[in-house]
DNA sequence: ACATAATACATAGTTATGCAATGTATCTAG
DNA sequence: CTAGATACATTGCATAACTATGTATTATGT
């Protein structure tokens, strides 16, 4: 069956959705990196590495797609709470089209 | 709306996508390099530079997902033509199943 | 007759990114 | 008081799409 094969395809698959996601989740709701990991989990069950998430949330932010700022907390670890920008809103739309004619693509060639 | 991010990222999106769309492609009928491109241009408007399909057919077939035979031709360049073999086939099923569920995930978190 | 485009294969180098590994620091539970 | 969960972050490696380039044949236009 090649598991080895579908186990790189999928963390392949990752690459270009991992992002999509993290844009996805982030319409509408605010979340902190660990805890966008737990929901992405939860919903998903895709696991995102934190090595992944934080080097992704970074890039985001150099494209101005998604703003962070710091909350501290009354115990423990401050926590950075990312948000969609008005360009990240406008760049997922585009994304969203993409996704919608790929997933129809998909479905067309795989009988 | 930060066209150059959406261009990386469609480009992201290929690398997963790409050997699932050919496998699915080869599910059924054979094909050759070249008519694979076309064929996969007419049906998902995707269009793959020949860069990318040699590597990744080769990259197949020594996964054993495919096999392939030269076909002379009354006139012109002989054609390579790749068919799925059971392992690609198998494999494939696997990949469907992750595709789908994937599918469904980020339906639910784009809303 | 001759240049250009289309057909058909292939490889080398660049670039982007997921992930494992590693590091720091705090809080909670056994 | 130690282990695990929480929370951030960086470094280095492997993978794969893409650009550029190369070879060779056939068809088309002028």
Redesign the interface.
């Given at each position: 069956?090649?598991?080895e094969?579908?186990q790189k395809?999928?963390s392949?698959?990752?690459?270009?959705?991992l992002?999509?996601?993290v844009l996805?989740?982030l319409?509408?709701n605010e979340y902190y990196g660990y805890e966008l990991i737990e929901e992405?989990k939860k919903?998903?069950?895709?696991e995102i590495a934190e090595g992944t998430l934080y080097p992704l949330l970074n890039r985001l932010k150099k494209?101005?797609?998604v703003d962070s700022k710091w909350v501290e907390q009354e115990s423990g670890i401050p926590r950075k709470y990312y948000t969609l920008t008005k360009?990240g809103k406008?760049?997922l739309k585009?994304?969203?089209e993409?996704?919608q004619?790929?997933?129809k693509?998909?479905k067309?060639?795989?009988?």
């Amino acid at each position: 069956m090649n598991s080895e094969f579908v186990q790189k395809w999928k963390s392949q698959v990752k690459k270009g959705t991992l992002a999509y996601i993290v844009l996805n989740v982030l319409n509408g709701n605010e979340y902190y990196g660990y805890e966008l990991i737990e929901e992405i989990k939860k919903n998903t069950r895709i696991e995102i590495a934190e090595g992944t998430l934080y080097p992704l949330l970074n890039r985001l932010k150099k494209e101005f797609l998604v703003d962070s700022k710091w909350v501290e907390q009354e115990s423990g670890i401050p926590r950075k709470y990312y948000t969609l920008t008005k360009e990240g809103k406008s760049t997922l739309k585009g994304m969203q089209e993409y996704w919608q004619h790929l997933e129809k693509s998909i479905k067309r060639i795989s009988k």
